[in-house]
């Protein structure tokens, strides 16, 4: 006699209070949604947009009575995926049984950056839109461990209650996951699971500058030291958007400069064509650190190493790496720019002071809470030279814009750092002075043109951009230098 169980399909319902929602979405878009979002009263509810459709109701009651067949019996699932013709039907049981459960909303929600996930309590998101939310889904204890191994499992990362700290990258939606699995360690009570996605398309330094992140001034000048290599160091705290930052200045260097970068999972995206990406390998017996990869970069001889985030020893190797030369993008976890230094020459870090006297521009990330629940990105420059901090691009809380800072009339002429790039390059400061101006107009001009084509800045595409700025450039310096001499 064989004993058959119900399988069952779970489904996402419509809460009751969700009539006069304050706004409602559909996920991944309205024509054919997957999800219906609403937002109320602060609240995130989530639920399947099949809920509102009878007929499909019917037919997921007519594939609950074939399911035990497929996924217990001899059939294989595949072959009941086939057969469904609804693409919301079929999501809904692949993500149940192959995927990942309710996270798959949240996952193809665009506007959610991260996902909370702690058994028995709602799951916490943060909105892009409306900061931290809490949701209408709680998963049990049990179901957030299976969501945490069919994670770490499509990773191909060890978790168990042996291994139960874990950090990867998704592979299907590349989103960033940390676990700290149920084990003696949270005395077999706890499991957390912290999902935070990647924005699909880098963005853009001309995106960046239409919110407002940066000033045009800010980022000419920001371009101006990464094309000189000029070591730019992004600090900031956590989630302040330091990574977005420096994939965008990464397009910012020139399209034929090699590039390696290190990093611990694979966040950053480089316009160029010669870039080397690599990542530490933290298990098995033959471990890769920064320190290695760092060190590799140097021997290969390119132009420019950028570093996920200098933390430990690694950050000697970076030193070193500097002193000979190589331009240098990096994130810093750290409240200031002196905070950074001082961690930096202390131990366990002790960098060479050296090189400390090399590091004179710093990008501070702030994220500013404008009006209650609605965050603004507000990157400020600062530079550090003999010890002493000028602030450069600073905000100004009255007009929420990035300002230069008046007592800097000129930058290129009053920075004493900018005569390494004078001595290093055969330059002068009223060349680089012009190339400062040039770099400013494309920047304009560049972003005018994106905002006609598009007012949400998509396109141009990341990976277009060094060339667009680039080609830009060279049109103003020449048409600049045409102008003082004909004068
Ligand atoms: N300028 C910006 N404007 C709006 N949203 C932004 C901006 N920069 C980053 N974000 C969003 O904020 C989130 C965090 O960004 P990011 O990963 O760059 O931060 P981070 O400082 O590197 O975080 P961590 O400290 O964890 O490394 C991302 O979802 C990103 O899309
Ligand atoms: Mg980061």
Redesign the pocket.
């Given at each position: 006699m064989s004993i058959k169980f119900d399988v069952k399909i779970k489904l996402l319902w419509k809460p009751v209070n969700t009539d006069n929602c304050e706004e409602e979405y559909f996920i991944p878009s309205k024509n054919k949604p997957l999800y219906i979002v609403c937002i109320n009263n602060g609240n995130y509810i989530v639920y399947d947009a099949v809920v509102r459709d009878p007929q499909a109701m019917e037919e997921i009651r007519k594939l609950e009575e074939k399911l035990y067949d497929f996924i217990v019996g001899e059939k294989s699932l595949v072959d009941l995926l086939d057969s469904i013709q609804d693409t919301r039907l079929k999501h809904i049981i692949e993500r149940q049984f192959i995927g990942y459960g309710v996270l798959e909303a949240f996952l193809l929600d665009p506007n959610i950056?991260?996902a909370h996930i702690m058994a028995n309590k709602p799951i916490q998101v943060?909105h892009?839109v409306h900061g931290k939310m809490e949701t209408n889904i709680t998963l049990s204890l049990e179901d957030v461990k299976e969501l945490a191994l069919r994670l770490a499992a499509r990773a191909g990362k060890p978790l168990s209650e042996a291994l139960p700290l874990a950090s990867f990258i998704e592979p299907r939606y590349e989103a960033r996951v940390t676990v700290i699995y149920s084990s003696d360690i949270t005395m077999r009570r706890d499991i957390v699971v912290d999902v935070?996605?990647?924005?699909e398309k880098p963005?853009t330094i001309l995106?960046?500058i239409h919110?407002g992140?940066l000033s045009i001034e800010e980022a000419a000048f920001l371009w101006l030291m990464v094309k000189y290599k000029v070591p730019v160091i992004i600090v900031?705290?956590?989630?302040?958007?330091?990574?977005?930052?420096?994939?965008a200045l990464a397009s910012l260097i020139p399209p034929d400069a090699r590039v390696l970068t290190a990093e611990d999972a694979p966040?950053f995206r480089i316009p160029t064509l010669y870039w080397t990406r690599t990542m530490t390998r933290e298990f098995g017996e033959h471990k890769v650190t920064f320190f290695d990869l760092i060190k590799s970069g140097v021997r290969l001889s390119v132009d420019y190493i950028i570093v996920g985030?200098i933390r430990g020893e690694e950050a000697r190797e970076w030193a070193h790496s500097i002193l000979l030369g190589h331009g240098a993008i990096t994130?810093f976890?750290a409240e200031s720019p002196e905070s950074a230094l001082l961690r930096l020459l202390s131990p366990p870090i002790s960098v060479d002071p050296q090189v400390i006297a090399l590091l004179n521009v710093f990008v501070k990330?702030n994220?500013i809470e404008r009006t209650p629940g609605k965050?603004?990105?507000r990157?400020e420059v600062y530079t550090i030279e003999g010890g002493r901090t000028t602030p450069l691009y600073i905000y100004d809380p009255l007009t929420d814009k990035i300002i230069q800072n008046p007592d800097v009339k000129n930058p290129i002429y009053d920075l004493r750092f900018i005569e390494r790039i004078v001595l290093a390059h055969r330059v002068s400061r009223e060349m680089l002075h012009v190339e400062y101006q040039a770099m400013r107009k494309a920047l304009e001009e560049a972003y005018m043109e994106a905002l006609s084509k598009d007012p949400l800045l998509e396109t141009p595409d990341y990976m277009e951009i060094p060339v667009i700025l680039y080609s830009k450039l060279s049109k103003y310096i020449t048409l600049m230098h045409s102008t003082t001499s004909q004068k």
């Open positions: 950056i991260n943060i892009r935070r996605k990647q924005p963005w995106k960046l919110y992140s900031g705290e956590i989630m302040t958007g330091k990574t977005t930052l420096a994939t966040e985030e994130t976890h990330t994220v965050k603004v990105f990157h």
